[in-house]
């Protein structure tokens, strides 16, 4: 069985879209990528239809069986939190009509399961989402390139991945990246 995930990297000037077919044995497979951008010029209600709109079209087109977004997490840069925050409640509320499930993977999170570090850079990320989905060029701009990570994510972690959540940290079947992922999970989850 095959999983197929639509991942968005949310914001209001690009909002990273990518879609991703995931196979028991963790084979991903990109199906569709793209951006969808928006003016700062144009009004703020402007900008969430045109981000909703593309969003629907998506989700009719591709049929998910789960959207993952990434979590809003808190920067310094208080207006650039709030257009990330309206653009996701858009994206959330969009595949909630359709009853697809949604998801929520921070940056990190991200980051450790498809580089094998929470620390990783967006060229790091890039390059490995290129290698895992086997493209010919990585994808541009970054926004997809992270959606396309962001739906890698959620298919190993739940989905066709699930026997991460039933092996340990250190098992040998998992992946670099899937065993650093794993071991993050871990350390977050005793930090409760």
């Not at 991942?7 to 497979?29: F, M, Q, S, Y």
């Amino acid at each position: 069985m095959t999983l197929r995930v639509l991942g968005v990297d949310p914001g209001l000037t690009r909002c990273g879209i990518g879609v991703v077919d995931v196979e028991k044995n963790r084979r991903a497979t990109m199906v569709a990528v793209g951006v969808v951008g928006t003016s700062p010029d144009e009004s703020l209600d402007q900008r969430l239809l045109l981000i909703a709109t593309s969003i629907d079209d998506w989700l009719d087109r591709y049929e998910p069986d789960v959207l993952a977004v990434e979590r809003v997490f808190s920067q310094l840069n208080v207006s650039t939190v709030m257009g990330v925050a309206q653009a996701s409640g858009v994206v959330i509320v969009a595949a909630a009509r359709r009853g697809i499930p949604v998801a929520l993977h921070t940056p990190s999170e991200v980051k450790a399961a498809v580089t094998g570090s929470g620390t990783s850079n967006k060229d790091a990320v890039t390059k490995l989402v290129t290698k895992i989905l086997r493209l010919d060029a990585p994808p541009r701009p970054a926004d997809a390139a992270d959606a396309l990570a962001l739906a890698i994510t959620h298919a190993w972690r739940a989905g066709s991945g699930a026997a991460i959540a039933t092996t340990g940290p250190g098992s040998s079947s998992l992946t670099p990246a899937q065993r650093a992922w794993a071991e993050a999970e871990a350390k977050a989850r005793r930090a409760r």
